[in-house]
C-alpha cells in the first residue's frame, strides 16, 4: 500500500498570504490528523476529521481551518500567514481513531 | 488531562551498546502508548504501540518498550544501537474520549546519538 503522501513539500509564502496543503491518507483509512511540529512548541495537534466531519481540534487560532473530502483525502488552509506560522505540518491517517495512526513526510513551510 | 514527558532531550551512547529513551505519562484514563522516530528531513515513522495487551511490547527495528502501569513509565529500549539508530524520538499518548478522538499528544522528544 503507498504510504500518506503530503503536497507540496516546501512552500515559502510571505507574511498575510494564504497557503492550502494536501494530504492523501492510505488507501482504506477514513481517519486524517495534522500536526505542526517547530522547534519552540514540538508537535502540536491542529485538528482531526473523519468522514467529512471535524471531530476534534486543537488550541490554533481560527485562521487555521480543514476539510476532508468523500475519498477521504483532506486540505488544510492558513489565512493572513504570520511568521510563527513557519513549520513542518505533518499529516497522520488511521483507520480510527483509536488505531496507530501514519505519518506523512509532511509540508516545510516558510513565511517570509 | 494527559501528558507525556520525556525524561532526557538527548542521549549519547556508542554504537554496539544499549539504548534507553525514557517516558514517562500522565492519563485519567487506559491510555494506548506510541513510540516514534524521525530521521531528518522525515515524517514520523511508528516503532511501535502499547495498546492494552502484553505490557513488554516488541517493535521494528529490534526497539522493545514495556508499559509499567504503577510507574507510569514506557520506556524504550534496544540492545544494541546501530548508526542508523540516530534520531529524534517522540513518545506519544492516544486516550479514548470525546476531547480527544484522533488527537496523539506528543512529549518533546529524545536526541539520539550514537558515536563510533
Known amino acids: 500500500k503507498a504510504g500518506v503522501t503530503q503536497t507540496p513539500r516546501y512552500l515559502i509564502k510571505t507574511r498575510g498570504q494564504q497557503v492550502t496543503l494536501s494530504c492523501s491518507p492510505i488507501?482504506?483509512?477514513?481517519?486524517v490528523s495534522w500536526y505542526q511540529q517547530t522547534p519552540g512548541q514540538g508537535l502540536q495537534f491542529l485538528f482531526e476529521?473523519?468522514?467529512?466531519?471535524?471531530?476534534n481540534k486543537g488550541n490554533f487560532p481560527g485562521r487555521f481551518s480543514g476539510r476532508q473530502f468523500s475519498n477521504s483525502r483532506s486540505e488544510m488552509n492558513v489565512s493572513t500567514l504570520e511568521l510563527g506560522d513557519s513549520a513542518l505540518y505533518l499529516c497522520?491517517?488511521?483507520?480510527?481513531?483509536?488505531?496507530?495512526?501514519?505519518f506523512g513526510p509532511g509540508t516545510r513551510l516558510t513565511v517570509t | 488531562a494527559q501528558s507525556v514527558t520525556q525524561l532526557d532531550s538527548h542521549v549519547s551512547v556508542s554504537e554496539g551498546t544499549p539504548v534507553l529513551l525514557r517516558c514517562n505519562y500522565s492519563?485519567?484514563?487506559?491510555?494506548?502508548l506510541f513510540w516514534y522516530v524521525q530521521h531528518p528531513n522525515k515524517g514520523l515513522q511508528l516503532l511501535l504501540k502499547y495498546t492494552s495487551a502484553a505490557t513488554l511490547v516488541k517493535g521494528i527495528n529490534g526497539f522493545e518498550a514495556e508499559f509499567k502501569k504503577s510507574e507510569t513509565s514506557f520506556h524504550l529500549t534496544k540492545p544494541s544501537a546501530h548508526m542508523s539508530d540516530a534520531a529524534e524520538y517522540f513518545c506519544?499518548?492516544?486516550?479514548?474520549?470525546?476531547?480527544?478522538?484522533?488527537?496523539?499528544?506528543f512529549g518533546q522528544g529524545t536526541t539520539l546519538q550514537v558515536k563510533p
Open positions: 506519544a499518548v492516544s486516550v479514548f474520549g470525546s476531547s480527544n478522538t484522533g488527537k496523539l499528544i
Open positions: 476529521y473523519f468522514s467529512e466531519t471535524q471531530r
Open positions: 488507501s482504506g483509512h477514513r481517519s
Open positions: 497522520a491517517s488511521s483507520l480510527e481513531w483509536s488505531y496507530e495512526q501514519y
Open positions: 492519563s485519567s484514563y487506559s491510555p494506548s
